[in-house]
């Protein structure tokens, strides 16, 4: 079944704008899910021949739909339809692991890079460690089923964790397991534009709007078990609260 099949023909007597009709028609075949989650859209000029209107009125269509986060590029190799948004609760103190289960995605990850040193100044000062204390240095890249959503870049204290290699899927698991998982964490959200190495490894185009969480996790004794920098897909994410009235 062709495209145009499936999503629709341009009506003669509308008078609306042409990207406008063709946007109805593509929002229209998402919701119904005829076009489906991470379908490729048909090429530009494609688009242009199938539905006798300009490369103008297409990149307007796809460019509309793609700030409303209905399409995503990705970097050279074309226009899909978006994966849907995940939500993340802000109020609970739970792992990527554990919110990919809770939506029914199968979570991984891809490392990039496992070390432990000695701690440098911003870590010492970031974790409350002493001079001179081991930490180990874990950099992932997260998945959800088969997409990057996520980069990160944790410090752990050595004594929180024996064998570094140990862990498997989930970092907050490998700390549960020697009693050192958070119990609480203040975090910092900064909105961030990816530069091209973090465009890159999460498959969207340099300049992609992403978010930058930094967390610090505490153990019930008040130390700090975790200092992480996440890089959040903007694409992705809605961050959700709930919020109580102070007064
Ligand atoms: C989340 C946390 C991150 C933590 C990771 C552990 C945010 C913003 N960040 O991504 O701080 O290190 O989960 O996930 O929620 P894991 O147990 O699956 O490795």
């Not at 432990?116 to 870590?123: C, H, K, P, R, Y």
């Given at each position: 079944m062709s495209f145009v099949d499936r999503v629709g023909a341009l009506s003669k007597d509308d008078p609306a704008p042409l990207y406008l009709q063709l946007q109805k028609l593509i929002r229209d075949a998402i919701s119904t899910g005829i076009l489906e989650q991470n379908e490729m859209i048909p090429p530009e000029r494609d688009l242009a021949t199938f539905y006798s209107v300009s490369r103008i009125t297409v990149r307007k269509t796809i460019g509309g739909l793609v700030e409303e986060g209905l399409l995503t590029r990705r970097r050279g190799s074309g226009t899909f339809v978006a994966s849907t948004r995940v939500e993340k609760n802000f109020s609970k103190l739970t792992s990527f692991s554990e919110d990919m289960v809770a939506r029914g995605k199968r979570p991984s990850s891809k490392w990039v890079s496992r070390t432990s040193g000695t701690v440098n100044s911003d870590e010492a000062m970031a974790l409350g460690l002493a001079p001179g204390s081991t930490v180990h240095r874990f950099t992932r890249i997260r998945f959800a089923d088969e997409a990057p959503l996520a980069l990160e870049f944790s410090t752990i204290p050595g004594y929180c964790m024996d064998d570094p290699e140990a862990i498997g899927e989930s970092l907050y698991e490998a700390l549960a397991r020697g009693?050192?998982?958070?119990v609480r964490a203040l975090q910092r959200l900064r909105a961030v534009p990816f530069g091209a190495e973090y465009a890159k490894l999460l498959d969207v185009d340099t300049g992609h709007a992403g978010f930058l969480i930094e967390r610090h996790g505490f153990k019930a004794d008040g130390r700090v078990v975790e200092f992480t920098r996440s890089y959040y897909r903007g694409d992705i994410y809605d961050f959700v609260s709930e919020l109580i009235d102070p007064n």
């Amino acid at each position: 079944m062709s495209f145009v099949d499936r999503v629709g023909a341009l009506s003669k007597d509308d008078p609306a704008p042409l990207y406008l009709q063709l946007q109805k028609l593509i929002r229209d075949a998402i919701s119904t899910g005829i076009l489906e989650q991470n379908e490729m859209i048909p090429p530009e000029r494609d688009l242009a021949t199938f539905y006798s209107v300009s490369r103008i009125t297409v990149r307007k269509t796809i460019g509309g739909l793609v700030e409303e986060g209905l399409l995503t590029r990705r970097r050279g190799s074309g226009t899909f339809v978006a994966s849907t948004r995940v939500e993340k609760n802000f109020s609970k103190l739970t792992s990527f692991s554990e919110d990919m289960v809770a939506r029914g995605k199968r979570p991984s990850s891809k490392w990039v890079s496992r070390t432990s040193g000695t701690v440098n100044s911003d870590e010492a000062m970031a974790l409350g460690l002493a001079p001179g204390s081991t930490v180990h240095r874990f950099t992932r890249i997260r998945f959800a089923d088969e997409a990057p959503l996520a980069l990160e870049f944790s410090t752990i204290p050595g004594y929180c964790m024996d064998d570094p290699e140990a862990i498997g899927e989930s970092l907050y698991e490998a700390l549960a397991r020697g009693g050192n998982r958070p119990v609480r964490a203040l975090q910092r959200l900064r909105a961030v534009p990816f530069g091209a190495e973090y465009a890159k490894l999460l498959d969207v185009d340099t300049g992609h709007a992403g978010f930058l969480i930094e967390r610090h996790g505490f153990k019930a004794d008040g130390r700090v078990v975790e200092f992480t920098r996440s890089y959040y897909r903007g694409d992705i994410y809605d961050f959700v609260s709930e919020l109580i009235d102070p007064n």
